[in-house]
């Protein structure tokens, strides 16, 4: 079992996950109001992976990622499309799985919805009011953050600076402005409530995820993960409920960096966003888990057609080498150059998940394998990419080649059209992907390049 070292938001160290003992992982997942983003895609992809990196290693590994089925977008969404909010919510959650299964990554190990959380819900508000760091006011309850001394420790923000946003509430029921909303009261215009021991209405956001996160993991578990964007305010206010309730929660909080556009998030509110099944569609699912961790995922990663066309040409020379190679059995001891290299990709996945650290050894492998025989090479270019999520790289006849059959056809369409600088453009693109289109009598076809 390989030493595994994770980069703590709150502390700003490298914590060291204890051996033998469970990891729990809990990474927050979407608001569905909407078809998911590529970017709401990356949080999915590094926890899916780096639960399955743990596990090789011998961790006995739980991951949970909740969908969030009621919030004040779902509400306006809904409302949008002429449709009642429930049923609205369930065909976005049914639309989110589909998307993240084309990944295929599988699935977490539960996906708990907040509509099926309320008991724990008000269960965990009741504990916060019973102890003073909560109170009822019309019908809303808010936390009051000032009972709460750490309040501010994972931020680092100055007061000043602090916007509750959404789960702002009413200013006229709050003791302080910075106090934030646990339960919201039922509200006109709005088609679903719950009871409560304050009356009918609906759980706040960031009530919600510390409910699910401790009844599926327990008041204590190892990693608490997300998006850089939800430091502040959600993921300071989870730690404030829970520990504000006794509750230990959290030991390691683990934030990805956000996939941007021209320098800014990717968000439905900017308007900037590009559909996770379009990318699926446009490049194939191998492209798009190559380019979610070509990057650090700590690190902000840049969208872009350059981006995603270079991490479709990196899968295209996987592919290719896979088509080029014999993959056998082993037979006899693998060169030293593929233990070495097996060794230091598994070391810089435990190293704080260093999955671009990790591509390099592959593709350094590659072009060791390519230029000789390397005892070894494809056997254990296959058992990385798994770790990767990107096995089916292996077998590359086996649906892989979605995206460079629906460019030969595009190609085609163009010839036939006499758009011959499009034809053209089209063949570069082919070529930089690592194929080369053979002209005959029998039409085009796609060659590998050697």
Known sequence: M???????????????????????????GPTVYSRIHIGNARPFVIFMLLTRFLESEGYEATLVINVTDINDKIYEAAKDASEP????????????????????????????????????????????????????????????????????????????????????????LKESPLDFALW????????????????????????????????????SFAIHGGGSDLVFPHHENEIAQSQAAGHPFARI???????ETAAEKMSKSEGNIFQLSEAVDRYGREAVVAYLISGHYRQPLAFGPGQMEQAAAGVERLRNFFRLQFLGGWEGEPNPSVVERRETFLNALADDFNTPRAMAEVFELVAEANREDVLGAPEAVKEMLKLLGLESLADPEQGGDTEAEALLAEREEARAGKDFARADEIRDRLAAMGWEVRDSSEGAKLVPKA
């Not at 909080?253 to 996939?259: C, D, Q, Y």
């Open 253 to 259: 909080w683990m934030h990805n960096g956000m996939v």
């Open 85 to 172: 909010s429930e049923e609205f919510a369930k065909r976005m959650t049914s639309s989110y799985r589909q998307d993240t299964d084309a990944l295929g990554l599988g699935r977490p190990d539960a996906e708990p919805l907040a509509s099926e959380s309320i008991e724990g819900i008000v269960r965990l508000i009741s504990e916060l009011i019973d102890s003073g760091h909560a109170y009822e006011s019309g019908g809303d309850v808010y936390f009051r953050v000032s009972s709460f001394e750490d309040y501010g420790k994972l931020s680092n923000r100055r007061t000043e600076d602090m916007d509750q946003g959404e789960e702002a509430g009413s200013a006229s």
């Open 2 to 28: 390989r030493e595994v070292r994770i980069k703590d938001t709150l502390s700003g160290e490298l914590r060291t996950l204890p051996r033998g003992e469970p990891v729990g992982i809990y990474a927050c």
């Open 184 to 219: 919201k009261a039922h509200k006109e215009g709005e088609d679903t409530s719950w009871g409560s021991p304050w009356g009918p209405g609906r759980p706040g956001w960031h009530i919600e995820c510390s409910a699910m996160a401790e009844e599926n993991l327990g008041q």
